[in-house]
């Protein structure tokens, strides 16, 4: 007869909840020896806070944050706070999650119904998504906590957010019949924000957007969610509309000419209440700077979450060589990166991420696998089995691992671009902010730690692109970055400064030194990561923070708090873009108590920032001043306080040349590079249609009291001609410019298109020119050569010789027309 050892345990010696006695306890696998000594120093500190109810974790990658999690559940079970669920961003990292709780010899399932993780003897593994959707089986809203859960770890949050958003999000293609009831339902009072952009949704554009006033989705509330509950059942809706259909009234729709977006300002993810109500909530994360989706998406009370548990050292991070070269020499070029990098795929694997489908056509020449959703776990996995070369990824900036050889050198290519139409107009409002710039690095950093996995990996990080250069050099960029990232880019720079003229021989040169593991390399990268701080305490953007308690105050019905909460977030906002913001939100919220009111802070918004919806009434228009001053005294002036280095003068007009090309940017990117453009080159100009819903894309003032009405068509793609819509845009745009000037102005008609020709039944405006690309490109390499010539202070300090440069690139008056525009054919 066997013996019950169980016995011979005392009472008090039967459980065990501290997690590091709980691993020695476990029959495990040899591997796992002891637990690390940042393991045990976190464990630690948890469990001797171990009741809060909402505790973050940051742990670089590589440091054993799957260990920690799975002991942290198993303590909690020790402790009846049960049941437990450890959720992962994808069913790949369940199935590691689940071989690793194996292998340590704690029990795991990945069934919600298994009976021992309802009654607390195992760790229920799962996704985020399983978690958080309409029909999730945990329960939804009114249906109440159908599984409870007393203890859960989100492991990776931060790779968890997109997930959470699209789950709160609902989706229609413009084939969809809602999509059509709506678009109709919505058609005047888009029109009256822009009747051109109206028009293009209409037409199926796929990059136009307009985002529904919220006065007209307020008004409408009964017709749309009639168009939506009556197709409730339908693929696209089944999963989201049960989320949403109670806080309807609270979303915001934006249309395209594709599909449309319906989704809440924060997705209320209490409406799961299993995760609302669980005892404790763990949330493990790499070291990144940004603590506010926590409270966002979330959910958790910014008030009760203390500080983050962080280990004391950032030893556990791998090593990375991060360089920037167009900082290191602006006057790099991407096809001399791009050589470079073909160069080193011949025996490494080279992993580009760049924004969208779009910019991966720039790389369509030299990649050897493009990844997008339907195909990255496949090429993820060649990655790891072998060597590729050179692999695109597509606006993936987490929840990939490329460990060790898998990639050895990572290159982020140009800013992240969003994910969401909705977070797609807050970014046209945000993006010069200081929470515009915490979003984008944030996202940054993230794609940097794909190519290091663990503190033995290595790996060359190069960030290219003008914009990523210019944002990420800046000292509000660079300080948004964890300490770990900062000196590892820091002591990049360094190194590859000791170089003798820097030029992309040099780069590849420092490259070399760590792919070819160079010991004074490897040695003071890893003196430098000994040396960096570990980042302590939350870091909560205010703004995103005061966004979230608002939404949760609306939804209680007491917009007033919410509205009061909103004033005093725009009150104490950091510059102008992001107090625009707020005020839009505090509009929106207003109207749910004075219309009239919530216009006249929307209007108050507008003026700060052309970008936030215009107010029912509209804008009155401001004529735009004549170039009445020497064009050269304005040159002086923008540069002057504008660019501290030529450098960054060089990065910037990189960024607008980028900016200057057909089809490459959306419209209002390019729009706004051709009004950028004129302001480098010392000239007044506006945006009509853009900030005042009428007249021209462009209206610039020449010197001399003449103007030009500029429409662009940067995206046309019709090979038959200019269209006759087209044309009949820049008809009436000069219609406008003759009524809102005196008789006595000269306006010029200018069309920036990529063809000479008109299109069938389209009328010549008078006097109009074009811009074709044979134009832009001589423009495009005017202007870089202009920037080069005023990073000699002598000449930036001379308007003669300003104005000699104004002259010989045809910058001025009538010779700008002869030089950069042409007549149709």
């Not at 590691?96 to 298994?114: C, M």
């Not at 999509?179 to 339902?185: A, G, N, P, R, S």
């Not at 073909?342 to 990649?367: G, Q, R, T, Y």
């Amino acid at each position: 007869m066997p013996i019950d050892f169980d016995d011979l345990l005392d009472d008090d010696d039967s459980i065990v909840t501290d997690p590091r006695d709980i691993f020695l306890t476990l029959d495990r696998d040899k591997a796992f020896a002891f637990p690390r000594d940042i393991q045990t120093e976190v464990m630690k500190e948890w469990y001797g806070n171990r009741d809060q109810p909402d505790t973050v974790i940051k742990l670089n990658v590589g440091s054993g944050k799957t260990l920690v999690g799975l002991l942290l559940l198993q303590s909690s079970l020790n402790e009846q706070v049960a049941p437990a669920v450890y959720i992962a961003p994808d069913k790949q990292l369940v199935d590691q999650i689940i071989a690793e709780a194996n292998a340590l010899g704690i029990e795991t399932t990945d069934d919600p119904h298994d009976a021992d993780f309802q009654s607390g003897e195992s760790i229920l593994v799962t996704t985020i998504h399983r978690l958080f959707n309409g029909k999730s089986i945990f329960g939804v809203g009114a249906e109440g906590v159908k599984i409870k859960l007393g203890s859960v770890v989100i492991d990776d949050a931060h790779a968890c957010i997109a997930t959470v958003t699209e789950q709160f999000r609902i989706e229609l293609p413009n084939t969809h019949a809602a999509y059509q009831e709506i678009l109709k339902i919505v058609e005047p009072d888009l029109r009256r924000q822009s009747h051109a952009r109206f028009l293009d949704v209409q037409s199926s554009d796929p990059r136009a957007i307009m985002e529904v006033p919220y006065w007209a989705w307020a008004k409408a509330q009964e017709e749309i969610m009639q168009a939506l509950h009556s197709r409730k059942n339908d693929d696209e809706l089944k999963f989201s509309y049960p989320l949403l259909r109670d806080i309807l009234h609270l979303c915001r729709c934006v249309i395209g000419g594709q599909k449309l977006e319906i989704e809440p300002d924060c997705p209320p993810t209490d409406l799961i209440r299993a995760f609302s109500r669980a005892k404790r909530r763990i949330y493990m994360t790499a070291t990144l700077s940004d603590d506010s989706v926590l409270v966002t998406h979330f959910g958790a009370d910014p008030n009760k979450l203390s500080d983050p548990i962080v280990p004391t050292s950032s030893q556990s991070m791998g090593e990375r060589m991060i360089l920037m070269p167009q900082e290191l020499n602006p006057e790099i070029t991407m096809k001399e990166i791009k050589g470079l990098l073909v160069d080193l795929a011949e025996e490494e694997n080279v992993v580009v991420i760049v924004p969208s489908k779009s910019a991966s056509e720039d790389w369509k020449d030299v990649a050897d696998q493009i990844l997008t959703a339907g195909n990255v776990v496949d090429g993820v996995e060649k990655l790891r089995e072998g060597h590729v070369g050179l692999t695109v990824l597509v606006n993936r900036y987490d929840g990939i691992d490329l460990p060790h050889d898998a990639c050895r050198v990572l290159v982020i290519y140009n800013l992240p671009e969003v994910a969401s139409f909705s977070d797609l107009t807050d970014m046209a409002v945000l993006s010069d902010s200081q929470t515009g710039l915490r979003r984008q690095m944030q996202r940054i950093e993230q794609g940097m730690g794909r190519g290091v996995r663990s503190n033995d990996d290595y790996c060359v990080v190069l960030l290219a692109g003008s914009k990523l250069t210019r944002r990420v050099k800046s000292p509000d960029g660079l300080k948004l970055l964890t300490p770990a990232t900062q000196a590892q880019l820091d002591l990049s720079k360094k190194i590859a400064k000791q170089l003798d003229g820097v030029d992309i021989k040099g780069i590849s040169d420092v490259i070399d030194q760590c792919l070819k593991r160079d010991p004074s390399w490897v040695k003071v990268s890893k003196k430098t990561l000994l040396k960096a701080q570990a980042q302590t305490g939350l870091v909560l953007d205010k703004a995103s923070v005061a966004v979230r308690l608002a939404f949760d105050t609306a939804r209680s019905g007491d917009y007033k708090a919410a509205a009061e909460l909103l004033s005093a977030a725009a009150n104490k906002a950091q510059d102008d873009d992001e107090k625009a913001w707020l005020m839009s939100k505090l509009a929106g919220m207003q109207n749910h108590l004075n219309p009239a009111t919530s216009q006249k802070t929307l209007l108050a918004a507008h003026k700060l920032n052309p970008n936030v919806l215009r107010p029912i009434e509209g804008i009155a228009y401001q004529k735009l001043a004549t170039q009445k001053g020497a064009q050269a005294a304005e040159v002086q002036s923008y540069h002057q306080e504008r660019f501290l280095e030529a450098a960054d003068r060089i990065l910037e007009v990189n960024q607008l040349t980028d900016e200057l090309r057909f089809q490459s940017v959306t419209p209002d990117k390019f729009e706004a590079a051709i009004n950028d453009l004129a302001r480098f080159i010392g000239l007044h100009s506006q945006r009509p249609e853009k900030q005042f819903n009428d007249g021209p894309d462009n209206l610039w003032a020449l010197p001399g009291g003449s103007f030009l009405v500029i429409e662009c068509k940067n995206n046309a793609t019709s090979e038959s001609g200019i269209s006759k819509s087209d044309l009949g845009q820049l008809d009436q745009a000069m219609s406008w410019f003759f009524g809102k000037y005196t008789k006595a102005a000269i306006g010029t008609p200018i069309m920036i298109h990529p063809l000479r020709k008109l299109g069938e039944g389209a009328s010549e405006v008078e006097g109009m020119r074009i811009i074709t690309e044979k134009e832009l490109k001589k423009l495009r390499k005017a202007l870089s050569e202009f920037a080069k010539s005023l990073g000699d202070p002598d000449i930036l300090n001379s308007q003669k010789q300003i104005n000699e440069l104004l002259a010989s690139h045809g910058f001025n008056g009538d010779e700008f027309l002869k030089r950069y525009t042409t007549t149709l054919k």
